[in-house]
């Protein structure tokens, strides 16, 4: 836990031949997992829409810069970044010690949860013992994938990878999986309260995630501090929390 001031140009003091090079951030190019709402998917139109979009948007907005989404399996992002596929990761990524020792991060922009999801009267419960002999469905790369080998895997629990969350979904409608393990609020919004997901419901206690954030390339530092300013600008004037509204009935934001 899935994803620029007023300034046009931002300058990086690449250093060629004794010649200070200004890198221009007119364009910024967002890698998104787009099964992944209410935070980024797709409307019945094809055009990507969700929270992380719209926090985008605004982001390359207060840049004045054009936004550009490359749609990647969220397995793939931290690779495509670094391999310069996309300049930023604004897909629900949440921030954690193994992904900083490969990529940076801006400043938070949201703290969700995560939940088990499977079928009413299941039983089920997040736990080791209750999941024993169970499969749960995890998308690849996430740190609900993460979680689910390291504490569940050893102890019987199959954990099932899949290249994205409808994958998920779909096996878990088809009775493939007993469960789903995934953000508290993409399984809610995007997965319990639409007509799919009816049958089912989040078991036992959410789990502590932490705060989701971009993911940028560790040398572009200046991009860093415009996407950091553009999210204090945002938190700061109202216009986050406006955001946040069209998505939520209770707030997001990070804790601190």
């Not at 409307?43 to 829409?49: E, H, N, P, Q, T």
């Not at 490969?102 to 013992?129: M, W």
């Not at 002999?133 to 899949?162: D, F, H, L, R």
Request: proline residues 4%; hydrophobic residues 40%; glycine residues 10%.
């Amino acid at each position: 836990m899935k994803k620029l001031l007023a300034a046009v140009t931002i300058a990086t003091l690449a250093v060629s031949g004794g010649v200070a090079q200004a890198k221009d951030w007119k364009q910024i190019r967002f890698g998104v997992d787009a099964s992944y709402a209410p935070f980024e998917s797709k409307a019945s139109d094809g055009k990507l829409v969700g929270f992380d979009i719209d926090l985008g948007n605004e982001i390359c907005k207060r840049m004045h810069a054009k936004c550009v989404w490359v749609e990647n399996d969220f397995d793939g992002m931290i690779p495509g970044l670094k391999a310069k596929k996309f300049d930023g990761v604004l897909s629900s990524m949440t921030i954690t010690p193994d992904r900083e020792k490969q990529i940076a991060f801006s400043k938070p922009l949201f703290e969700t949860p995560t939940a088990l999801v499977a079928k009413k009267g299941s039983g089920l419960l997040p736990t080791a013992d209750s999941l024993k002999g169970k499969s749960v469905g995890v998308e690849q790369g996430t740190i609900q994938e993460t979680y689910a080998k390291t504490n569940w895997e050893a102890k019987g629990v199959k954990v099932v990878p899949y290249q994205n969350q409808d994958q998920v979904y779909q096996d878990l409608l088809s009775g493939r999986l007993d469960a789903a393990l995934q953000d508290k609020v993409q399984a809610d919004l995007g997965f319990l309260k639409q007509p799919r997901g009816a049958a089912f419901q989040q078991v036992g206690d959410a789990i502590p995630s932490g705060a989701a954030a971009m993911g940028l390339r560790k040398e572009d530092t200046d991009l860093k501090a415009a996407v950091d300013k553009a999210i204090d600008g945002m938190m700061k004037d109202g216009t986050y929390q406006k955001i946040e509204k069209k998505y939520f009935d209770f707030d997001v934001a990070p804790k601190g």
